[in-house]
């Protein structure tokens, strides 16, 4: 199996250092972070990466706002978007999953099974 790049969009040093270790020590991957939806932007067209971990509360440029530009750019419009949210509620977790993201898992996540969910919800486990 070729290694998988992830990137992971989140205005939180301590979310993305947890996450980026467990995905490149348990998952094996390589790991990509932007501090904010407008350095995510760039990152996901350049990069190109198999998935992108997308926060939704981020100050200026939000998860939801920067899905939307995701979706708007031929070059990111197929990238699986993963959103991670605080706000779990049953309301906005429908709302999200109307918007076409691949998943949703909520904060805080235990770092070490990460990796399952993001394969689970990818279908990398087959």
Known sequence: MTSKLILIIDDEYDI???????????????????????????????????VILL????????????????????GTRFIPVILLTAKAQAAEERRFAQLG???IITKPFKAMKLPSQIAGALGWND
């Open 55 to 74: 926060d939704v509360m981020m100050p200026d440029m939000d998860g939801i706002t920067t899905f939307s530009a995701l979706q708007a750019n031929p």
């Open 101 to 103: 993201v691949r998943a």
């Open 16 to 50: 993305r250092a947890v996450a980026e270790l467990a995905l490149k020590a348990v998952g094996g991957w390589q790991v990509s972070t932007a501090a904010s939806g407008s350095e995510g932007l760039a990152k996901a067209a350049a990069e190109q990466p198999d």
